[in-house]
């Protein structure tokens, strides 16, 4: 099992373009998140969903978007690229049939905005 | 809201043993996780608690104490490999529409010198 994959693995964006972070799990999990950690920080939620069509926003979901329109795939669309989004963005995954429910996550992708 | 704190950095010695302590304040506690996350990489699983009391787990255990709102984990027999930021989350019933969704604190950055 390839687990969260997540691309690209690192990005440099102009101010004021937009780009797309693929994120996909083989796991058949429901819940799928995204994450942003800045230097030194923790993890702040920015958009979740609870299956297949169900999306909802996080702490910090200003200046981006999401769609799932499969289990398997949950992109972060950002519009309009601004410094403040230069950041780690982690994709995770978690199952709804099991009490525990971890987050798995994938191994990250890094944003650069100039 | 909830709020969680843990110490921004420690320093341990090779073969020491270590607590890195979490308070939190939640309403609806539903389960606190400990994540290992080494420089660069995406956080790992460490461990799970939801009832009041010790888990250990090999070289690692946390502890919770519910009525507190304090958590600890411990790493025993230090090795050099240990390096990396502990991170602490917590789960709440009162965001059960977001699945499993974590608040994540700012994270414990160990060093382990020889």
């Known amino acids: 099992n390839a687990g969260v994959t997540q691309t690209p693995k690192f990005r440099i964006l102009k101010i004021g373009q937009s780009m797309t972070l693929q994120c996909a799990q083989d796991?058949?999990?429901?819940?799928m998140y995204w994450y942003r950690q800045d230097p030194g920080m923790g993890l702040k939620l920015i958009y979740y969903?609870?299956?297949?069509?169900?999306?909802d926003k996080g702490e910090v979901p200003n200046g981006y978007n999401v769609s799932r329109s499969t289990t398997e795939d949950f992109p972060l669309r950002l519009e309009l690229a601004a410094p403040s989004q230069t950041s780690v963005y982690f994709c995770?995954?978690?199952?709804?049939?099991?009490?525990?429910?971890?987050?798995?996550f994938g191994e990250g992708s890094r944003l650069t905005v100039l | 809201g909830q709020n969680i704190d843990q110490p921004t950095e420690m320093t341990a010695t090779e073969g020491a043993i270590v607590q890195i302590n979490c308070t939190y304040q939640?309403?609806?506690?539903?389960?606190l996780f400990w994540y290992q996350q080494h420089a660069g990489e995406a956080p790992t699983f460490l461990s799970y608690?939801?009832?009041?009391g010790l888990e250990e787990k090999g070289r690692f255990s946390s502890f919770l104490s519910r009525s507190k709102g304090y958590s600890y984990l411990l790493l025993k027999e230090l090795q050099m490999k240990d390096s990396a930021s502990y991170l602490c989350?917590?789960?709440?019933?009162?965001?059960?529409?977001?699945?499993?969704?974590?608040?994540f604190g700012g994270g414990t950055r160990l060093m382990v010198k020889p």
């Open positions: 796991m058949n999990h429901n819940y």
């Open positions: 608690n939801v009832l009041d």
């Open positions: 969903s609870v299956g297949a069509g169900i999306t």
């Open positions: 939640t309403s609806g506690f539903n389960g």
């Open positions: 995770a995954s978690s199952s709804d049939r099991e009490r525990r429910g971890e987050l798995f």
């Open positions: 989350a917590v789960r709440s019933t009162m965001n059960n529409n977001a699945g499993n969704m974590l608040t």
